[in-house]
């Protein structure tokens, strides 16, 4: 499975950006994914995750309301859409997935940088 991020940028603080990650290789092994996001001089933390399946969503606490994960299979990406983003949100963003094997993958990362 290959993960390929894109939609980070420069945004001003409550602005919103909407992250993709598109999947390719062998998506059908998948069963899970979500997003991570790693801060300069943090520890890399769960941002929000989606299921194959029956399609449900967990978010952290500090995106709920804000943050909106989706999934289209049919085109096999994955989307974050960011609201209301604060400075705190700053970090690179990284698309993961998981499939029924127990296999781990990750995308190379976008950078998203919000200015107070």
């Known amino acids: 499975v290959q993960l390929v991020e894109s939609g980070g940028g420069l945004v001003q603080a409550g602005g919103s950006l909407r992250l993709s990650c598109a999947a390719s290789?062998?998506?059908?092994?998948?069963?899970?994914m979500g997003w991570y996001r790693q801060a300069p001089g943090k520890q890399r933390e769960v941002v929000a995750g989606?299921?194959?399946?029956?399609?449900?969503?967990n978010y952290a606490d500090s995106v709920k309301g804000r943050f909106t994960i989706s999934r289209d299979n049919a085109k096999n990406t994955m989307y974050l859409q960011m609201n209301t983003l604060q400075p705190e949100d700053t970090a690179v963003y990284y698309c993961?997935?998981?499939?029924?094997?127990?296999?781990?993958?990750w995308g190379q990362g976008t950078q998203v940088t919000v200015s107070s």
């Open positions: 993961y997935a998981k499939d029924r094997l127990g296999g781990n993958y």
């Open positions: 290789g062998n998506t059908f092994s998948i069963n899970a």
């Open positions: 989606i299921t194959n399946g029956a399609g449900s969503t």
